[in-house]
């Protein structure tokens, strides 16, 4: 291997976005295992166990696996601190099940942490063979007496399925509740932003996008229709924006913390998307839903969400087996007519 070679690999390895991950690793470690400790120590002079729920990264992950809080939450003697990426902690700051919250910044600070806290109890959700989302890198182990891992989970089942199969040993089907921030002025909110009226929500993107993105002039079309046929507005969530905007047509974006914006989703009259973590918020706000599923990796009729949503009851599952392109826009807007009709 030349020199230019080496040189080129290295420089797709440390790039700047690399460099600026790293840094700010390296500068919540510590932090992180100091509050690690004074955790512990608190617990224990209170005679309580300090009990970690970890699951880190991946919004529709996260919330998924909530109901796995409410049961650990039967042991009356547990402290349970979920350890969580900064990027999603909102999603479960305000949830009284959880005691405290540990922010970190990726899987790899995790790896770190992990090997400096044994004999801490450890609830770990994470499905074996998964990478960290800032570094790639060697894959974080969780193996299982049920084979379940990044090549075979769903199937296993829904997300919370296989999540309570690895941090319980046992399997559980609820719905997700979400916890939005008790201080946010909701309809101010949307009084000043002229939702007031009513709007169905659009999540027209998804974190993993490989295999779940519907065409965006399908998802055009379809907001289209709801401004054509209804008195609603249409409100976009989602970092990535694909709707034109328009006086009806709005963006929520990332200007609110989640937990904001899980209070504005809860007023939608509707939501339409793929699978993502907004499916899964929209599910966890039993919000009258569209949700489209094609193939996605080797998995060609998995179900992703739990509680009703699994078999069907408060939202329309518009599935196919082969690439999520193959669904027409005509069964979208049929189904989004009837849920809105229902809402």
Known sequence: ?????????????????????????LASLPRSARRLRTLAADARARGKTLRLIILPERMGDVIAAEPIARELRRAPNDHLVWVIGRSFADLVR??????????ITCLTEWMALDALTPGVAKTRLYVDGIHCSWFGG?????????????????????LLEVFSLLGLGHRLDA??????????DVDAWLKHNGLGDGFVAFHCGAAAAAGRLWPAARFQAAADWVLANTGLAVLEVGLEPVLAPSERIRRLGGGLPLSRQTAVLARAKAFLGGDSGFAHLANALDLPSVVLLGRYRDFENRMPFSGPWKTGQGAAIVRTRGPIEQIGLDAVISALQTRIGAA
Not at 7 to 25: H, S
Not at 94 to 103: A, G, Q, R, V, W
Not at 175 to 184: C, L
């Open 138 to 158: 060697p894959a974080l182990r969780n193996r299982n007496a049920f084979g379940i891992d990044m090549d075979s989970y769903y199937d296993h089942g829904c």
């Open 1 to 25: 291997m030349t020199l230019d070679v080496v040189r080129r690999k290295l420089g797709k390895l440390f790039t700047p976005q690399t460099a600026r991950r790293a840094g700010a690793l």
């Open 94 to 103: 305000f949830n009284p099940n959880i005691d405290d919250i540990l922010e």
């Open 175 to 184: 719905r997700p509740h979400a916890w939005p921030d008790p201080a946010f």
